[in-house]
């Protein structure tokens, strides 16, 4: 049963608007340029559509070097890098993690507190900075972004149609926010992948993915519902709303839209250690 890549997305600044991308490459810490960026609060601790739902009208696009920020109906732009390797360190919060980040120039933060209405900056993950993958789920020491957990997420059409055939609207796969999403297969089988080639690529599958109340937000308006945590509770796996698989590099590469997607090896249960 053939799979393939199907879109390749990144998510520059954590919790703001994504960018669809043709090819790209894959690095220990996730998708090059994936949640690098995160806005953090005075007390430096991180900030997320968690806490402030207007980060959905956030949209982010390629420049020739560096993104370029919008907001929903406002005119100004903000340009920032792809990355910093300079400028003052500051240990942020995020999660149970205490990080170092450099803090990017000040004209950053205060576009965003014109925007936002409250004070805030914008940080940088360099390299040097470690974050370690919850060392419970993986053998060697991995690290991650500021993504929540993994440094990648894959997600199957075939389960979010699955998804939508149990509610009565339909969401998309932007509720979700994934790095990886694929067609083919069957829906949910991506829960007991463990070892899989994307073109050149090789990744190791972790866990599925626990899902919040993000998942309820619609996009365009920021709106709460039920859904679809609603349904995901209905079907619950070990007691866990789940939506997507997580997963580590094992190979870099630069993969591309179309890439076929090969499991190599399977798990017996969702939640079998690595």
């Given at each position: 049963m053939s799979r393939i890549l199907k879109d390749i997305r990144i998510y520059p600044i954590k919790s703001l608007g994504g960018i669809s991308l043709p090819s790209a490459n894959l690095t220990p810490r996730g998708i090059e340029h994936d949640r690098r960026w995160m806005l953090v609060n005075e007390a430096n601790h991180f900030l997320t559509i968690r806490q402030h739902p207007e980060f959905l009208f956030f949209t982010l696009q390629y420049d020739d070097d560096g993104f370029l920020v919008s907001k929903r109906e406002v005119e100004d732009t903000l340009k920032i890098p792809f990355s910093i390797n300079s400028g003052a360190t500051i240990k942020v919060k995020i999660w149970e993690d205490e990080?170092?980040?450099?803090?990017?120039d000040f004209a950053f933060?205060?576009?965003?507190?014109?925007?936002?209405?409250?004070?805030?900056?914008?940080?940088?993950?360099?390299?040097?900075s470690p974050r370690r993958v919850q060392p419970e789920w993986v053998e060697e020491e991995?690290?991650?972004s500021f993504a929540d957990a993994y440094p990648f997420t894959i997600a199957g059409l075939s389960s979010l149609a699955d998804l939508n055939s149990k509610m009565t609207e339909d969401i998309t796969m932007q509720r979700f926010r994934p790095s990886l999403i694929y067609e083919g297969g069957k829906a949910y089988e991506e829960f007991l992948w463990k070892d899989i080639e994307i073109g050149a690529g090789m990744l190791k599958c972790v866990k599925p993915m626990t899902r919040c109340i993000v998942t309820t937000l619609k996009p365009e308006t920021a709106e709460k519902g039920k859904e679809p945590l609603k349904t995901l509770f209905k079907q619950r796996i070990d007691d866990k709303m789940v939506f997507a698989q997580t997963a580590i590099m094992v190979k870099a590469a630069r993969i591309n839209v179309g890439?076929?997607?090969?499991?190599?090896?399977?798990?017996?249960?969702?939640?079998?250690?690595?």
């Open positions: 990080v170092e980040a450099i803090e990017g933060g205060e576009w965003f507190t014109n925007q936002l209405g409250f004070k805030c900056k914008l940080v940088y993950m360099p390299d040097t991995e690290h991650v890439d076929n997607i090969v499991v190599k090896s399977t798990k017996q249960s969702p939640y079998e250690p690595l």
